[in-house]
């Protein structure tokens, strides 16, 4: 089956403790993408990749880092995480050259 | 600057009924506009798009959307509303030559089908 799996799900951390949320697509799509779900401002651009090695900054990249060091995977990284970064998180993907994205369930995570 | 809006943070409809929920954006050249539903708990699915061509466009789940290009709108349509079509709505447009190809999404609207 054609999915994106991320994990953790569900997540509660306190602030400045290092955590990944692991994103992987059996696709072998080229284009993967972070967004941020926030009450009121819709889904926000962390960081996107256009293929691996390749990464870009989106809209709100600031607190994140991320990798893309294989085709499948697009790990969001958030090396120390402050309050404002409670959230729900979607990794997507897509071919590169349509832009019908395909979303993962979601990671809901919540720093202390 | 580029952007979506969704005028309607709430629709509410009786089943039966035809539904409309509401989308405008603002965009430098020829959209590329699209439809997500989004149930409680799961993440986006995919609905329908429009890229060129007939102006009405099918998608999944017996939804519909009009391109009206004089009035910038992208508005999602179903001639009979489900209880099992309550959930929230995203439009977005895709920016071809900006940050990838990015999609930008309005802020949602939550759609309630009551029996």
């Known amino acids: 089956e054609a999915q994106v799996t991320q994990n953790p799900r569900y997540l509660i951390t306190v602030t400045g403790k290092k955590l990944t949320v692991t994103c992987s697509q059996n696709m072998n799509h080229e284009y993967m993408s972070w967004y941020r779900q926030d009450p009121g401002l819709g889904l926000r651009q962390i960081y996107y990749s256009m293929n691996v090695e390749v990464t870009d900054k989106g809209d709100v990249p600031e607190g994140y880092k991320v990798s893309r060091k294989e085709k499948r995977n697009f790990p969001l990284i958030l090396e120390s995480p402050s309050p404002n970064q409670t959230s729900l998180y979607f990794c997507a993907s897509r071919p590169v050259q349509t832009g019908e994205l395909f979303f993962g369930e979601g990671s809901r995570l919540t720093v202390l | 600057a580029q952007s979506v809006a969704q005028p309607e943070d709430q629709v509410n409809v009786a089943e039966g009924n035809p539904l409309t929920v509401k989308c405008t954006y603002s965009?430098?050249?020829?959209?590329?506009l699209f439809w997500y539903v989004q149930y409680p708990n799961r993440g986006l699915q995919f609905l329908l798009k429009?890229?060129?061509?007939?102006?009405l466009v099918k998608g999944s789940y017996g939804f519909e959307a009009e391109f009206n290009k004089s009035q910038t709108s992208f508005h999602l349509k179903k001639p009979s509303a489900l209880v099992s079509d309550s959930a929230l709505y995203f439009c977005?447009?895709?920016?071809?030559?900006?940050?990838?190809?990015?999609?930008?999404f309005g802020q949602g609207t939550e759609l309630s089908v009551k029996p």
């Open positions: 977005a447009v895709r920016v071809l030559y900006n940050q990838g190809g990015k999609l930008i």
């Open positions: 429009y890229i060129t061509g007939d102006n």
């Open positions: 965009v430098s050249g020829n959209p590329y």
